[in-house]
DNA sequence: ATAGCTGCAAATGCTTTGCAAGGCC
DNA sequence: GGCCTTGCAAAGCATTTGCAGCTAT
């Protein structure tokens, strides 16, 4: 079966029961349809926007961001206390990161192990664990 | 011997070569002296002044904790991407994270284990290595 | 005296919000 | 039509900076 244009980018937006709008369906494709895992800022996917000559404006681009993360089409990272960074790889693994390039890289989920997990404070369960290990460069 | 007050706070400047100031002397009292490892922001040191009677402008408190972070008496934690949170404890140890309240809390260093770090992609070395743990109360 | 420090206010950077106009079902 | 979405501009926060005045040495 061919595909068309934006035909894997409509299937993501559906479903997740979000209305497949002109701004969600690029937004859709620019992040799902490179086939490979990556990391955006609203800034830089602002930018990919207009690389591809089309318009979407920052509001709609941080609305969207934070659908797509609540549907669980992206994950949040925090490695930076000024900036957010979203992945288009949901699964569990972690990251290295590159403070002064600003660059986060994925480590394949088998590269880290964590044992002996502590026990959460009483009262509260554990969601997600974070690793981030920072590099750089030489 | 007797503790006079600020003589920790002062000892704790003078041998990281910075000026023993008011603010400083205050700041490094407040963060220091009280005996147990903890955790703030600018916003919340601020408040802590302001509790004790005295006046350090914000400014000044930002500055003070970066300079504290350079000289190796504070270490900041990545855990908000809008907020920057200063660990008075250096030593090399992870972090349980309550987004929802915005509360750190230390896990003790020998709590977590990790195995078989990831190798560093080529031309970077591995600085630290910083787990999150995000928790929530129930 | 002088190099360093402080505080104010203004500026910055990122993100969110209010709201009127437009688009999808 | 009605509800969801978008986009602009304005507002919001946390943080940084410029610079005149103050202070430790």
Same mark, same amino acid.
Do not use: C
């Given at each position: ?18 209305? @497949? ?27 990919? $926007? ?10 709609? #681009? ?15 990272? $925090? $490695? ?27 480590? @394949?989920?088998?590269? $880290?192990?964590?044992?002996?997990? @502590?026990?959460? @404070?009483?009262?509260?369960? #554990?969601?997600?664990?974070?690793? #981030? #290990? ?5």
């Amino acid at each position: 079966m061919t595909k068309r244009p934006y035909a894997q980018a409509l299937k993501v937006i559906q479903d997740v029961g979000l209305r @497949p709008t002109r701004q969600r369906l690029l937004l859709s494709k620019l992040l799902f349809e490179r086939g490979e895992d990556w990391h955006v800022t609203a800034e830089s996917l602002h930018e990919d $926007v207009q690389k591809s000559g089309a318009k979407v404006s920052l509001a709609t #681009i941080y609305n969207t961001l934070h659908q797509f993360t609540k549907s669980g089409l992206l994950r949040e990272i $925090v $490695v930076d206390s000024g900036k957010a960074y979203f992945d288009t790889n949901t699964s569990d693994h972690h990251h290295f990161y590159d403070a002064r390039l600003g660059v986060l890289e994925d480590i @394949p989920h088998d590269e $880290v192990t964590l044992v002996s997990l @502590p026990a959460a @404070p009483k009262g509260s369960r #554990i969601g997600r664990v974070d690793v #981030i #290990i920072q590099i750089e460069k030489f």
